[in-house]
């Protein structure tokens, strides 16, 4: 079973990192997800979708979450702590593996603090008892709705930069290096023994492959 929920959220993870969509118009619909085998709960989150305008996609059980596919989707993940089988908290050490960035509201009847903090030290941006009211939980998914839009922006940042960087040679990589470490044309030259001209030549290749201006924009290529 581990090893079959392990491929589940790798296939999720890889699907998540894609290519990286310019467009965001063509981004889909946030989706409400919602895993808890109480009925009653798929059916108030259901309210919360039509007052949001906004799809709800429910499951009974974790394993079949996780046997969806619905962790790419965008949106957020309302996670009830205790059900039969893999419980919530063991789903989101599933999704926490996989770095699959979908943020979680945990929702449980009886939760004592002991998980409620694992619950927040493992990502959960909030822990709500049931019964919630409709003002604390439609708050909590626009919440969670705005962080995963910001974290998936981030990602498809960081793909574009390290597909930019995958384009530069080894001696591109080399002055971009000494550049973001504040090394002048002139000691950057003194270190691999060029003429100043030929890293200038470097250097202007390598900010055309980057798309950057200035060496201010460079900076953010130094930790990736």
Do not use: W
Request: positive net charge; aromatic residues 2%.
């Amino acid at each position: 079973m581990d090893a079959i929920q392990s491929q589940n959220t790798s296939q999720l993870y890889h699907s998540i990192t894609g290519p990286p969509v310019d467009d965001r118009q063509t981004r889909p619909q946030p989706t409400i997800l919602v895993v808890d085998d109480d009925p009653a709960v798929s059916r108030a989150l259901t309210s919360v979708g039509q007052l949001l305008d906004l799809p709800v996609r429910s499951f009974s059980s974790a394993e079949s979450f996780l046997g969806s596919g619905a962790a790419a989707e965008p949106g957020c993940l309302v996670l009830d702590i205790r059900m039969p089988g893999m419980t919530g908290l063991e789903l989101q050490q599933q999704l926490q593996d996989a770095e699959i960035p979908l943020p979680i509201i945990m929702v449980s009847g009886h939760a004592d603090v002991q998980i409620a903090v694992q619950a927040m030290l493992h990502g959960a941006i909030i822990l709500l008892e049931k019964p919630f009211s409709l003002d604390g939980i439609t708050t909590q998914i626009r919440r969670a709705i705005r962080i995963d839009a910001q974290r998936r922006e981030t990602l498809a940042q960081q793909r574009k930069t390290k597909s930019q960087l995958a384009r530069l040679t080894r001696k591109e990589r080399e002055v971009l290096e000494l550049i973001t470490r504040g090394c002048t044309n002139k000691e950057i030259a003194a270190t691999l023994h060029l003429s100043v001209r030929a890293i200038e030549d470097r250097r202007s290749r390598m900010m055309k492959k980057l798309a950057v201006r200035s060496v201010i924009e460079l900076h953010r290529y130094s930790t990736v």
